[in-house]
C-alpha cells in the first residue's frame, strides 16, 4: 500500500504529463504555439501595467534558462509581437513590450483559454474550481520550495584579535 505522499508524488507527475499533453490543444485556434501563447500572456500583463520587463524576466516568470527567453523573445520580436526599447529604469539594458499586433495576439489567446477553460470544467461548481485553484496554488509553492531551497547560512568566521 502506497503512503499518500507517494500517490500525491503519482498524481502530480501524471497531472504535468497530461498538462503538457493537453497544451498544445488548449491553444489550439490561437495561431500560435504554447510557449508563444505563456509569452505573449505574461507580457500583456505587464505591458498594460506600465511595467519594464527584461529577458531575465521573461526567464524568471517561464521557469527557464536565460537562453531559452532570449531565443522566444527574438521569435516574437521577428513575428512582430514584441517590440524592444532602451529601458527606462537602466538604460544599459532592453525592454520588452508587446506590439499592437502582440496585444491583439494576447486578448485572442486569453479568450481562447477562458472559452476552453469553461467547456473544459462545465461540469465542475464554482465551489469546486475556487477549491482546485487554492490548492494547484498551495502545491505550486510546496514544489516551489524544492526547486529554490533557502540557501544554507553562512558560515561564520571567527574575528581575527
Known sequence: MEEPEQR??????????????AGPALVRDTEC??????????LATRTRLGRST???????????????????VSQLVEDGLVERTVDTEDRRARALRLTPLGLDRADAV??????????????????????????????????????????????TQPALT
Open 8 to 21: 500525491l508524488l503519482r498524481s502530480v507527475e501524471e497531472f504535468w504529463r497530461t498538462l503538457r499533453e
Open 33 to 42: 504555439s504554447r510557449s508563444t501563447a505563456t509569452l505573449v500572456r505574461i
Open 54 to 72: 527584461q529577458v531575465s524576466d521573461v526567464a524568471h516568470a517561464l521557469r527557464v534558462d536565460m537562453s531559452v527567453a532570449s531565443r522566444q
Open 110 to 155: 486569453e479568450a481562447r483559454l477562458l472559452e476552453r477553460t469553461l467547456e473544459l470544467f462545465a461540469d465542475w461548481s464554482p465551489v469546486e474550481v475556487a477549491e482546485a485553484t487554492d490548492l494547484l496554488q498551495r502545491l505550486t509553492t510546496t514544489l516551489d520550495r524544492a526547486a529554490h531551497p533557502d540557501p544554507e547560512p553562512a558560515l
